[in-house]
């Protein structure tokens, strides 16, 4: 068997639920070798309301990961997910330029559910996003928060505004867009390639047990993707994936359910 690799470049969430936590039990589930570059660290206060405390990774340390990984094994294909500052965002960019890097699967991850979903972690971030790192996406999936800050637009609340932001996000260089929308919108989500609209339905699962569903389906994206699927094919199979890992998610603690990643393949769909 061929071995595929991918790269997650991405924070380490130290409740497990997602981040590189995430991202390398997904990339072992779609039977894909995995490495990461970790940008930043985030710990949850047991004692204050699971508060996210947020620590940045230098630079430096961040370019050395990926020369290990890029440089030192070569990679099928990569993920970005919660990059820390502009500089990590810029250097993301850069690595992805100069080793013409395919498979590009960029999460903006701008929230962390758990927390005040109208609070914007790192809002410096968002217009380095827009300008350097979306434009190189092969896919960029955005939540309705994050389309919304993408696109500039107001807050996202129907299928049509899904459409519209997908659009906006597109004219900003990104082959894919993939818009998610999530619990508030029926679990419906949009992919667009500039020409057209695919809307991916599944059952809506009555939980709050989605920590990591993002990272998640973003991980089996780029899994599939470095074993060869086409974008739609890999975000058919993601979507399955991430559906029965949000059917069979499970409680941490008072305050935050994770998704699970093993569902896939002990129930299949079911
Ligand atoms: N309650 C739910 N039932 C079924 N699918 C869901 C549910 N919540 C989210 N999803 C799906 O899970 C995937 C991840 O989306 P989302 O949770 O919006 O991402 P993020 O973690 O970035 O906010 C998307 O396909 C989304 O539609
Ligand atoms: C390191 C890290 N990345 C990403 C996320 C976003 O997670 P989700 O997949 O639930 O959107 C979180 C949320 O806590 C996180 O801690």
Redesign the pocket.
């Known amino acids: 068997m061929p071995l595929y690799k991918a790269l997650t470049i991405a924070g380490s969430d130290s409740s497990g639920g997602?981040g590189i936590q995430a991202d390398l039990t997904t990339f072992q589930e779609r039977g894909v070798y995995g490495m990461s570059a970790v940008t930043t660290i985030v710990a949850m206060d047991p004692y204050h309301n699971w508060f996210h405390n947020v620590f940045p990774v230098d630079v430096e340390t961040v370019r050395k990961q990926l020369d290990t990984s890029v440089v030192g094994v070569g990679i099928d294909a990569v993920k970005t997910g919660m990059l820390g500052s502009p500089a990590i965002i810029e250097l993301a960019a850069q690595v992805i330029e100069k080793h013409r890097l395919k498979n590009v699967v960029i999460?903006p991850?701008m929230?962390c559910?758990g927390t005040d979903?109208t609070e914007e972690l790192q809002p410096e971030n968002t217009k380095s996003l827009r300008e350097v790192l979306v434009p190189k996406a092969t896919v960029v999936?955005?939540?309705?928060?994050?389309a919304a800050r993408l696109s500039q637009m107001p807050p996202i609340q129907s299928v049509d505004d899904m459409k519209e932001a997908a659009a906006k996000i597109h004219e900003l260089g990104a082959q894919y867009v993939l818009v998610?929308?999530?619990?508030?919108?029926d679990?419906?989500?949009i992919l667009y390639d500039g020409n057209k609209y695919e809307v991916?339905e599944?059952?809506?699962?009555?939980?709050t047990y989605?920590?990591?569903?993002?990272?998640?389906?973003?991980a089996a994206i780029t899994a599939e993707l470095a074993k060869g699927r086409s974008v739609m094919e890999a975000v058919k199979t993601?979507?399955a994936f991430?559906?029965s890992a949000?059917?069979h998610s499970f409680r941490l603690n008072e305050y935050v359910g994770a998704v699970n990643r093993s569902a896939y393949r002990e129930h299949g769909e079911g």
């Open positions: 997602a999460d991850v929230v559910k979903e999936t955005p939540n309705l928060f994050e998610k929308g999530g619990s508030k919108l679990a419906v989500d991916l599944s059952e809506k699962i009555e939980t989605t920590h990591g569903a993002g990272c998640t389906y973003s993601a979507k991430i559906t949000i059917k």
